[in-house]
RNA sequence: CGGGGCGUAGCGCAGUUGGUAGCGCAUCUGGUUUGGGACCAGAGGGCCGCUGGUUCGAGUCCAGUCGCCCCGACCA
């Protein structure tokens, strides 16, 4: 990944007005920062501070999808009605979001707006044994839906990429061990996202094969779902299983629970045999029978994530991304037209890039300081730099955090330790 | 898919009883500015969403259509 940016070379520019028919917050926030664009209804071209969060995020995901034996790989989107006839999903009835096309031959073909089908077909090539089992295999991969409505910005668009894994077990034991495994990553990675605090593993509508699967709700004013908390016990479930059956099975009622708007950031569920079934992914055990592989799937959408961020974490300026996935670690502001400006400017940032830290270096030459300032606040990198004569005169850097508080004012010599302090 | 709103320059908007399109921001040129979105002077930029109709004449009136936004329904 590159680690420093002059932002008179970045293509993108900031924006003082906004389309009018943009209402959601995280839209207006990310065209005006210039971190996205949007092409059509449902649809978001992603520029270089956006293409840079959306890839933390999808690492910070990695990295526990690693951690819990995930292989990556990538599917194809082009898909064959026969992949989704075995579970009756090619039916538009069944399935109302494809995007159906045919090829020049006249075959038809759709996109994928999910992928349990062809990976299942996938796996027969490879599980044939107990010995073959478990296996974990995720991508990051686009999907395509098409929704009647597409809104809220990227939350809720028609083509999105998503984090989905699956787990291939023997049995349900060891389905049931890794879905506590894949729900510890996920508390995990909404920790690291800087939601931690705010996201709710709930209790959603399981299927046929177990009674609840999980979602992960990020709590919302602009959210769509409704979930219902208590914090004593440390329970939250969704509306649409919030019954009174439901309600007592945790020995509480009605009112033992408060009702809050939240985002759905991530949704676990167990599979069981469903599509092992169908298609015909079988194993041989030990002792010579034929066992239906057990499945689960795990999915975070990593752009409606970025989002979720931006409703959250913002104030009247603009956005205040979390250190871990704000597109750079410090925005250097230079003001003034002096070459003993430029120069010092030029010196701290080659010394911030050589020693990792992620820079954006606003080095136009002719812009007023307030429209500087207001742009970083905007861009909302976690630390600004603030290079002009008055704290060079000093030997100082002046150093205001995006999130909050009074600038402080750092020795020159010990900017590489402040930041190392303020950015582990 | 039902309901509502809106399409005029990159963005925000104005456009009178129908008479041949304008303002602000942005952009370009020159100059003056430089600690919280500067100022002056000049310039470029338009299929008035699209198609058809009424009319001597349509951004404006009528019909259709496409697109965008919001509410609702839907949403492993």
Not at 182 to 208: E, P, W
Not at 260 to 270: H, L, T
Not at 291 to 303: D, E, K, R, T
Request: aromatic share 10%.
């Amino acid at each position: 990944m590159w680690h420093k940016m002059k932002q008179s070379k970045l293509f993108t520019k900031t924006s003082k007005t906004l389309p009018k028919d943009e209402v959601s917050l995280n839209s207006q926030l990310l065209l005006k920062s210039g971190f996205i664009d949007k092409e059509i209804a449902g649809a978001y071209s992603f520029l270089p501070l956006g293409h840079r969060v959306l890839n933390k995020i999808i690492n910070i995901i990695r990295e526990e999808m690693n951690a819990i034996d995930g292989q990556e790989i990538m599917l194809t989107s082009l898909q064959a009605p026969a992949t989704w006839e075995p579970t009756d999903r090619w039916d538009d009835e069944k399935m109302d979001v494809w995007f159906k096309t045919e090829l020049k031959n006249g075959n038809q073909l759709g996109l994928a707006p999910t992928h349990e089908e062809p990976l299942t077909k996938l796996m027969k090539k490879f599980i044939n044994s107990y010995k073959d089992l478990p296996v974990f295999a995720y991508q990051f991969q686009t999907k395509f839906r098409n929704e009647t409505r597409a809104k809220s910005g990227i939350l809720r668009t028609r083509e999105f990429i998503m984090k989905d894994l699956y787990s291939f077990g023997r049995n349900q034991q060891d389905l049931d061990e890794y879905y506590e495994r894949a729900k510890a990553a996920y508390v995990k990675i909404f920790d690291r996202l800087g939601l931690g605090k705010i996201t709710y593993v709930t209790f959603a509508s399981g299927g046929t094969f177990c009674k609840f699967s999980h979602e992960f709700q990020t709590l919302c004013e602009y959210g769509e779902d409704l979930i219902y908390i208590n914090e004593e016990k440390k329970i939250a479930i969704n509306r649409e299983i919030f019954t009174d059956d439901i309600i007592s099975e945790f020995g509480l009622k009605r009112e033992d629970f408060v009702e809050k708007k939240s985002i759905e950031v991530g949704n676990i569920f167990k599979l069981g045999t469903k599509f092992s079934d169908a298609l015909g992914l079988h194993y041989v055990a030990e002792n010579g029978e034929r066992f239906p592989v057990v499945m689960g799937s795990y999915g975070i959408g990593p752009a409606r994530t970025m989002g979720t961020i931006v409703e959250t974490c913002n104030d009247e300026k603009g956005i205040i991304w979390p250190k871990n996935i704000a597109p750079y670690h410090v925005h250097i502001i230079s003001l003034g037209k002096e070459d003993t400006i430029a120069a010092e400017s030029e010196k701290l940032y080659n010394l911030l890039c050589a020693n990792n830290v992620e820079t954006l270096w606003d080095d136009r030459p002719n812009v007023n300081p307030g429209a500087k300032f207001a742009d970083s606040d905007l861009i909302g990198c976690p630390i600004r730099i603030t290079v002009s004569s008055k704290n060079l005169e000093n030997k100082q850097y002046e150093v205001k955090r995006r999130a909050g508080g009074n600038a402080e004012f750092i020795p020159q010599e010990n900017i590489l330790a402040f930041l190392a302090n303020e950015l582990k």
